[in-house]
């Protein structure tokens, strides 16, 4: 009985092997009739029209606090540090500081920094503070509490900012109080040739969170104490003279912070042929890296944003691109197969919105070619279907 299960064992064994073949051979061809094959089409297709919109955000939602000037861009910052103790009451305040921590630049990192700090008088609601508001009559005061100038700020020092101790000693005194007079502060930029960005409270090492120091002596004593305070609020605000953009037939212009969006635009629907099934749209987007403004903080994406009905902006839609350098060109690729389905589907606008990839964290400007450049460099879309049989 033991032989021949071990006789069965390998006969079984080499009818396994003779039926799994590594190379290819003709055992089988023709088994399936050439209709039960899939048939893949493809088409392509250039932007009938682009254009650059401005969408200024209400504030940067930034995990930077951004403060400078760069040509005509200029960022502010409001910063208000909460958790200040109320045991500092009748302490003796010997000196005030508050420190930041370098982690971005845009523009020239070597040019001189400087800032002026104001002292703010109107309380603020983050997510409506925009560089308007900032300039209203009346919102800071406008003799700066300090006026520091740093010469060049690597983009991992620590700065720190003096501040009136009278300023602080008059948040200490109503802490707990239901009127307050701790509104925070403005930063606001003094310099031209950069703009730089520091850690803030969300950052997960404490020394790179803004840091509130205060120092003091106690009654009867010369000793100087410290308290460290690194919790608060904060937003960033920018703004840029308007660069007429929209005007620019040749390129897509998407600057993030203030910011400019590109808006591309197909008539791609005709295309396909009745009921055919999509399986891939493609669309491809080509950088004038010398029209751009870029550096190694660069996030170099960008996302592809659906409008509906309405001709608005979807956030439940929306591609992040691949990158591929063809030639010594930068082409920016982003899967929009869904959208052109939706396209198909209902009366939906053919057109995308191209956003950077960190519009509210930063300043980078991506020029894109658009519909009016020579058509190696034009927008293009490329779709793969299957015709209905």
């Known amino acids: 009985m033991k032989r021949a299960f071990t006789i069965f064992g390998l006969a079984v064994l080499i009818l396994a092997l003779g039926g799994c073949m590594e190379e290819p051979n003709p055992v089988g061809a023709g088994l399936l009739p050439g209709d039960d094959f899939l048939k893949i089409d493809s088409v392509s297709t250039f932007a009938t029209a682009s254009t650059s919109i401005r969408s200024i955000p209400p504030h940067l939602a930034s995990g930077r606090l951004l403060i400078g000037k760069f040509n005509d861009l200029e960022a502010w910052s409001v910063l208000l540090f ?52 900032l300039g209203e009559a009346g919102f800071y005061q406008a003799t700066p509490m300090a006026s520091p100038g740093f010469g060049s700020v690597h983009d991992t020092a620590t700065i720190s900012i003096p501040l009136d101790t009278a300023v602080v000693r008059s948040w200490i005194q109503t802490v707990g109080d239901s009127i307050t007079t ?36 106690r009654t009867g004593s010369t000793t100087i104490d410290t308290v460290n305070i690194s919790a608060g609020v904060f937003r960033s605000v920018g703004t840029m003279a308007d660069k007429g953009w929209s005007n620019d037939g040749d390129r897509l212009h998407v600057q993030n912070g203030v910011s400019y969006r590109g808006v591309v635009t197909f008539d791609a629907v005709k295309l396909l042929p009745p009921h055919a099934a999509l399986h891939q749209a493609i669309l491809e987007l080509t950088l004038d890296a010398e029209a751009s403004q870029r550096n190694s903080y660069t996030r170099d994406s960008v996302y592809a944003y659906f409008v509906d009905k309405e001709g608005k902006t979807t956030g439940s839609l929306f591609a992040l691109s691949d990158v591929e350098d063809r030639n010594g060109v930068r082409i920016y690729k982003l899967l929009i197969t869904r959208f052109v389905e939706e396209w198909v589907r209902g009366a939906y606008p053919q057109t995308v919105v191209i956003v950077g990839a960190e519009e509210s964290y930063a300043f980078d400007h991506f020029a894109l070619h658009g519909s009016a450049a020579p058509a190696a460099l034009k927008p293009i879309l490329k779709l793969s279907y299957s015709p209905v049989q």
């Open 82 to 133: 909460s958790g200040i103790p109320d045991s500092l009451e009748g302490k003796t305040i010997t000196g005030v500081s508050v420190l930041l921590r370098a982690q971005y630049h845009f523009g020239d990192s070597l040019a001189p920094y400087s800032m002026a700090v104001h002292q703010l008088l109107k309380s603020w609601e983050p997510d409506s503070l925009t560089i308007n508001s």
């Open 182 to 217: 701790n509104f925070g502060m403005l930063l606001r930029p003094t310099n031209s040739g950069v703009v730089k960005g520091f850690g803030s409270f969300t950052e997960l090492e404490e020394a790179h969170k803004p840091t509130l120091q205060i120092r003091f002596t």
